[in-house]
């Protein structure tokens, strides 16, 4: 029950972040768009993947047993990563599971923020750029790091509309808040990363959307307070 409790809090402090997030997402895009101009390349071949997939999701039969795979394997994962043993992977169109023979929040909720195709495709990208020069087929590498992020992002979504274990395991508002906080922040480094937006533009950014955020409330809190004295 504390646990629980804890979790509940620490989804209503996540809250503003994401609404800071969202903003930061926002100008993001904005500055790397200008008015009257075109995203870079790479950051066209980021969208050119991301819609690719977007059409392939809405008009042909969806990979479902692909999305459970990686879904189990990113629980698999984490949970190696933490020091679990995993064991009995199972998976088909209609769900899967693994063993492990612990859990926690990261290892429950992994496979909805983390995307395991496209840390594959980057890891596959950076291991052969190793051994040989890749710049010619960098943008049909960020073609399908788009690709598989869109996959990751849209299977995500459906998912999350359905009941879920992992989700009531660990607190409704806490998941869904840290899920939509971690995946944001990944659209924002990847657009970053892509474009001709800095680091330290976009780290300006977040920390004025977060003080913006911060002082909204506090105004808030302070008009609900005088409210309540007055009364």
């Known amino acids: ?3 629980r409790g804890l979790r509940f809090l620490a989804g209503l402090l996540l809250l503003p972040v994401c609404l800071a997030l ?11 768009c200008p008015a009257g101009g075109w995203p870079s390349a790479p950051g ?7 819609g690719l997939w977007l059409l392939v999701f809405f008009t042909l039969p969806r990979p479902v047993r692909t999305y459970v795979l990686a879904h189990e394997l990113t629980h698999a994962l984490w949970g190696a990563a933490m020091g679990a ?9 209609q769900g899967g599971s693994v063993t ?6 990261w290892i429950a909720l992994a496979p909805y923020f983390f995307p395991l195709y496209t840390a594959l495709t980057v890891l596959l990208y950076g291991l052969l750029s190793l051994f040989m ?5 960098e943008l049909l590498w960020l073609g399908a790091v788009g690709l598989t992020w869109g996959f990751h992002l849209t299977f995500t979504v459906t998912t999350l509309l359905n009941r879920q274990p992992d989700i009531r395991a660990c607190g409704r508002l806490f998941s869904y808040a840290l899920i939509y906080a971690l995946n944001l922040l990944g659209i924002v480094l990847w657009v970053v990363a ?11 950014l977040l920390g004025s959307n977060l003080a913006a955020v911060a002082a909204e409330i506090a105004r808030t809190a302070a008009a609900v307070w005088a409210w309540w004295s007055n009364k």
């Open 1 to 3: 029950m504390i646990a």
């Open 22 to 32: 969202t903003q930061t997402l926002f100008d993001v895009v904005r500055a790397a």
């Open 44 to 50: 066209l071949a980021f969208g050119a993947g991301f």
């Open 85 to 93: 043993r995993v064991s009995k992977l199972n998976v088909s169109r």
């Open 100 to 105: 492990l023979s612990k859990t926690n929040v």
């Open 133 to 137: 020069s890749l710049e010619r087929f």
């Open 194 to 204: 892509v474009s001709s937006v800095s680091w330290r533009q976009m780290g300006g």
